[in-house]
């Protein structure tokens, strides 16, 4: 993984987080429009410098430290993200928001995710 440097507001540098894509995170968000999929990785590279998305909400029902990145582009978007830890930020999921409510499937889906990158980490 490479690792870029961005500043912080004294100037130091500090390095810019990995992204950890989960499952199939990473070819849903390639499948969303451009642009939604230009917003998404605008917002996820906020989070790589330790700054907050633009539209969010914290999200504990799929894990503690997950937030819900919000992409509105004429259609609605969601990004489920963790980033409170250390090497990397984690992409667990992202769908098309077609209802006002998140489908159970999809914060099952996270959660999922989530509890197995928990897992992996204790093996470390």
Do not use: C, N
Request: proline share 4%; glycine share 6%.
């Amino acid at each position: 993984m490479q690792r870029r440097t961005s500043s912080d507001s004294s100037g130091a540098a500090k390095p810019e987080k990995a992204i950890g894509w989960r499952g199939s995170a990473l070819d849903d968000v390639r499948a969303f429009p451009v642009e939604a999929r230009r917003e998404a990785g605008y917002q996820l590279h906020l989070l790589q410098q330790g700054e907050a998305p633009d539209d969010w909400k914290p999200m504990p029902v799929v894990g503690l430290g997950t937030i819900e990145v919000r992409i509105h582009v004429g259609t609605e978007h969601r990004v489920f993200v963790v980033s409170k830890f250390e090497e990397a930020i984690y992409v667990l999921h992202a769908f098309d928001k077609t209802s006002q409510r998140t489908s159970q499937h999809d914060v099952d889906l996270a959660r999922q995710r989530y509890r197995d990158l928990l897992a992996e980490r204790r093996q470390r």
